[in-house]
């Protein structure tokens, strides 16, 4: 695994812990822990899919 991949898991990471820290918060709209999870874990699916870990 080299850095493009392990830079994508931290930021995934970091946005879901930005996330999970405001869940239910005000801001534009509302931070939602639960939508940041599955928006990054789609990305990393759709990557796993198109080959960016093998």
């Given at each position: 695994m080299g850095w493009p991949q392990i830079t994508i898991i931290v930021l995934g990471?970091?946005?879901v812990g930005l996330h999970l820290a405001k869940d239910g918060q005000p801001r534009t709209g509302k931070y939602?822990?639960?939508?940041?999870?599955f928006t990054v874990g789609t990305e990393?699916?759709?990557l796993h899919a198109g080959g960016f870990f093998s």
């Open positions: 990471a970091m946005s939602s822990f639960f939508l940041s999870a990393m699916y759709v």
